[in-house]
Each structure stands twice: as C-alpha cells, then as structure tokens.
C-alpha cells in the first residue's frame, strides 16, 4: 500500500482517515481494489491535468485501466477525489482545510489519480563505457525528456528506486577520476514483512480484499502470533508453533492457493453459479471433516536452534521452554531469535525481563 510505503501511515490508519475523507465527500468508496475511473471520474481528472499542466500533458484519448486480480472488487470504480477534484491546498473537512496525515492520504489519492490520466514519461536509455588501460568500465542511466505523468507521482522517486542520470558525454571525452572506490556486495536475507509488504503479498497470491486486509492484520497481531518491531513483523513463538500445528494437520486449508481459489467459489455462489447448499456438503465431508478427524490431539514441540536438548510447546496455551526437566514460560518479549543459551538458562532460573541483544555489525 502507497501509503504505508511512502506515508510511513499503517493499513489500520491509512482505512480510519480515509473513512474520514469518504465521510467528509472528498473520496470515494474507499474498500475497492479497482483501478479503473468511471465517466464521471475520467472527465475531472482530465479537466484538473488541463489547467494545472496544459493540454500537452494529456495523451489523446482517456487512459483505461484494468485490474490483473480475477477477483478484483470492481463494482466500485478505484478511489478518487471525489467531485470536482479539490485541490489539496484548499480542500476542506467540516470547514477546516485539511492538514497533517488527512492532507497527506488526500495528496496522495489526488495525485495518482491525476496522474493515471496524464502522458507516459518519455526518455532516453543511455550507456557510457569508461576505457582505462585496458580496463572498461560502464554506466547506463537514463536521460528523461519529457516527465509526463511523473511530474506528479513517481513510484520510483517515492521508493527511492529511480534511475541515475548519466550526462551526455560525446565519445573521445576526457574524464577525470575524481574518486574511485570498490564495493563488496552479497545477497542479503529476504526483509521480514512489514504490514504494508504482507498486504501487497496478499493481494499478489489474490487471498482477501481491502474489506478483509486490515481485519487479517489485526487478528495476527491481537492473537499474539506476531509482533511489530521497527515496522517489521516478527514471528513471536506462540506465531510457529500454532502455523506447526495447522501445516502439519491442515495443510490444504492454510495454502494461498486454497484462500484464493475459495475467494473465486464464493463469487460463483454469490453470482448463482454455484449451489451454496452443496459447496458447503463438499467442503465438510470431503475436507474438513476427514482433516480434523485425522488431526494430532497434541500440542506442537519446536527445538531451539542452538541451544541443546531444549524444546518449546504450548501449555495452558502459553509458550513454554521445556529444557533439563523443568518447565518455565517464555516471557512475551523473547522472539524466537533471541531464545539463546544465556537467555534461556535465565528463563529457568526465573527471569522475566531480558534485555535485547545488541547486533554486531558486519
């Protein structure tokens, strides 16, 4: 979501003010994955890119655009100011002009949906190739001639993602080396999500709608099975051992595939395609019911990485470290990752607060 990446504003919020922006007749419906502009919402856009950039900012025609997601909520044209477009600057809520994040969100929307309906940037790829000795060195970059749409909204200038420029430089140009520096580089481990990474994830695997996103991060988190560190989600233990428990035993039911392909069965039997009656009989006697009566009646064990002969389990439904005989629960701030030797002999002795680890760098 634009907003969480760009804004820093988390999906619960981003919903909360733009439910105040809808309320207030400055959007429109708010809980729609479409992406394509009514009529109505066409014209303004178009006559808002005229008289802020002119008619060289439009392409001839309007510009449509179609969701990828075969179960895209479309019945709801995609957000947009509402009207005749407000301007950011002097739009208002109940009277006063908007500020702070409310102003922000709005921006955002304002200037997306104006730029949906503006021209295509249009550039130039360049390469330059550096000779020294018998040594070439390259950059390639862009030089872009005409900004279009980007003059607006960017996602490459948003993310910090954009191309470099690279100066025209005829061939034969002397260059002199002002500085030279090498860089080892490796492959660092995939980022942990962050609330806006998973609902992007969400949305490429098609499991949920904007209706169902944020309620699924909040159930994540009131339940305990992640914790939001840094903008990060980090796994907490109750988070494995309860995803141990439903991929050993319901496999089928907790695949993206399986939420997807239910999402398109429930569209069917809201379209009359399909007998609700009988989708219902097959989901219980020829899924769940055989998956549950085959179900392990035992809580999940996990080892601990690293630390010898200790395990974790659920016990009265807390995550408990079962080492050396003795049974002791796991204070709610030990993640996984911080479950070392140290810590865990001082969990048995009784400890309940525990400094985080400091990481070395590299």
């Known amino acids: 979501m634009a907003s969480s990446t760009q804004l820093k504003i988390d999906p619960k919020e981003t919903m909360n003010l733009a439910q105040q922006l809808y309320e207030g007749g400055l959007i ?109 060195f390259a950059a390639a970059g862009k030089v872009v001639t005409d900004a279009g749409f980007t003059v607006l909204y960017d996602d490459a200038r948003e993310t910090g993602d954009e191309p470099q420029l690279v100066p025209p430089l005829p061939v034969g140009t002397p260059c002199l080396v002002k ?34 996103y944020v309620p699924t991060l909040d159930t994540l988190q009131e339940r305990g099975y992640v914790t939001v560190i840094k903008r990060q989600l980090v796994v907490t233990w109750r988070g494995l051992l309860v995803s141990q428990y439903l991929t050993e035993n319901f496999s089928l039911f907790t695949s993206a595939q399986f939420t997807a392909l239910m999402e ?37 064990v996990l080892p601990v990485p690293g630390v010898a002969g200790a395990s974790v389990r659920l016990i009265d439904g807390q995550p408990t470290l079962i080492m050396g005989g003795l049974e002791r629960p796991i204070p709610e701030q030990v993640m996984p990752e911080d479950l070392t030797v140290d810590v865990a002999q001082g969990i048995l002795s009784g400890q309940t607060t525990f400094k985080k680890p400091v990481k070395k760098k590299k």
């Open 28 to 136: 429109t419906y708010m809980r729609t994955d479409s992406v394509s502009l009514s009529d109505e919402g066409v014209q303004a856009a178009r006559a808002a890119v005229q008289a802020r950039y002119g008619s060289a900012a439009l392409p001839p025609s309007p510009r449509q655009h179609h969701s990828k997601a075969k179960n895209a909520q479309e019945a709801h044209e995609a957000i947009r100011p509402s009207g005749a477009f407000p301007d950011p600057a002097t739009a208002t809520l109940d009277g006063a002009p908007l500020s702070g994040p409310l102003l922000a969100l709005y921006d955002l929307i304002y200037r997306r949906t104006l730029a949906s309906q503006m021209t295509d940037m249009q550039g130039v790829k360049t390469a330059v190739y550096l000779g020294f000795d018998s040594d070439v």
């Open 179 to 212: 500085e030279a520096a090498a860089e080892v580089r490796s492959t660092p481990a995939p980022p942990r999500f962050t609330l806006a990474s998973l609902v992007k994830a969400l949305e490429s695997s098609e499991v949920g709608r904007p209706s169902t």
């Open 264 to 300: 398109t069965e429930l569209d069917q039997i809201a379209s009359g395609n399909v007998q609700y009656a009988a989708y219902l009989d097959h989901f219980w006697r020829g899924q769940l019911e055989p998956a549950v009566a085959r179900a392990s009646t035992q809580p999940p």
